[in-house]
């Protein structure tokens, strides 16, 4: 009877002790796991949207144009050709780009209809191209819109009839 006594002597509103039984441990160990479950699947959500795609789209066929890129390369090399290419960023999103291209004798170079983008290396779905002009042999002018500070890659192409000539790649930062 002591034992009724002391039991009753505590406060009386008091919120009885809940117990820890198979029934809470399994609704415990579910919820958890659902929690788990629906943060995955948000996150494989968002990772295939957010995708900003293939560099390429077929890797077999990239690779079988390997070699033929080689030789481009070494007969570009051996043109000798110099590209000069100047990029400025204005506060207004507008990127401006001044290229010239100069031949083995430094003589402007012409016959060559060039080309030019800014490309991210993270997100394809941000590059930028410019719309170029050539307001004399040799030298071309561009422009591009919507570009924001940060780190890009120029490529420029030159293309001589459908054949191209001269390609290259540059990292940058616009500021």
Known sequence: MAREDVASEGP????????LTGRRVLIYLLAFFAVVFA???????????????????SAY???????????RAHEQAARNWHVAAHVERSGDGYARLRLEARDA???R???????????RPTDQREDRVFRITKPEVGVYRGEAQNVDPGLWELI??????TDRVYLSRNRLVLQ
């Open 109 to 119: 170079l012409g016959g060559v209809a060039f080309s030019a983008r800014l490309a």
């Open 105 to 107: 004798q430094n003589m």
């Open 39 to 57: 943060v995955n699947g948000v996150m494989i959500v968002l990772a295939i949207d957010t995708l900003p795609g293939l560099e390429v789209d």
């Open 61 to 71: 066929r990239a690779s079988l144009a390997f070699n033929s890129e080689i030789v």
């Open 156 to 161: 420029i192409e030159g293309m001589r009839g």
């Open 12 to 19: 009386a509103n008091a919120a009885p002790v809940p117990h």
